[in-house]
């Protein structure tokens, strides 16, 4: 019995784990400010050589947990209706009597593009939205605290929270620092995306990787089917995302920054 539980909370939280980190990776690369930070504060951490960050360590950093929040909060990774049944005995909520039997659920994008909670903009990935004045932001204390009490719901509450939550914030504590880490320092790849939609980015924008070498940076426009833009759109694209100026390369598609 104990073997079988052990191995339920082993894969019960995978798949909704890896679509938080998939979702919030998106928007982080999307988003040069957000990305820009990130990786200032992920830098001016100081680990021994191949040691990975700890849970304990990676708390402590204020940027990157509120990356985290908000990546949940963005999109959230259930969005089951997490029906619960009124007690025999009945409820009330905010004077409006509710029988006993009834189920009840909520909706996990409706929660999270509240305005009366998030603020105005919530539809913008912002990370800023949790940090207090302790933490260099412009927050109060009792509307992140606000905030991260809704947030909360994504991982159940009471008796039915998820089990896995803790382990699932460990894990994303660590992924978001090291791959970074391991992108910034150790590859000097510099994977920012031109700001498309995050709803729809493949069909929006084109990925730019661009790769460090000897002082030159290549990069290459690429379409959905893999060809080269050749417009004044992606001239535009190219200046929006802020990689200088450029001459045409060899390659079909391909510019070169100098």
């Known amino acids: 019995m104990s073997n079988c539980s052990l191995v339920k909370s082993s894969l019960a939280g995978s798949d909704t784990t890896a679509t938080a980190i998939r979702a919030t990776l998106l928007h982080i690369l999307t988003n040069p400010r957000v990305h820009s930070k990130l990786l200032a504060e ?10 990975i960050i700890t849970d304990a360590q990676a708390r402590r950093l204020p940027y990157l947990q509120a990356v985290v929040k908000e990546g949940l909060r963005i999109f959230p990774p259930v969005t089951g209706l997490m029906i619960k049944d009124v007690p025999p005995t009945g409820d009330e909520y905010h004077g409006v009597k509710i029988p006993p039997g009834t189920g009840i659920g909520y909706s996990a994008f409706g929660l999270s593009r509240n305005a009366n909670i998030w603020g105005k903009d919530v539809d913008v990935f912002r990370p800023e939205r949790w940090l207090t004045h302790e933490n260099g932001g412009v927050e109060t204390e009792e509307d992140v605290k606000e905030r991260e009490s809704a947030l909360d719901l994504v991982f159940g509450y009471g008796r039915w ?10 894990e994303l504590n ?29 069909g929006s924008c084109k990925a730019d990787l661009r790769i460090s070498c000897c002082g030159t940076l290549i990069s290459r426009l690429l379409t959905p089917r893999g060809r080269g833009i050749h417009s004044a759109e992606a001239s535009l694209r190219s200046r929006k995302c802020g990689l200088g100026q450029r001459r045409r ?7 070169i920054d100098r």
């Open 42 to 51: 992920i830098s001016s951490v100081s680990l021994p050589k191949n040691t």
């Open 161 to 170: 929270q998820c089990l896995g939550r803790n382990v699932a914030l460990i």
């Open 174 to 202: 660590k992924v978001y620092f090291e791959v970074s880490l391991s992108s910034f320092l150790s590859f000097l790849f510099f994977f920012p995306l031109c700001p498309p939609s995050p709803s729809w980015p493949w």
């Open 249 to 255: 390369g060899a390659n079909k598609g391909a510019w």
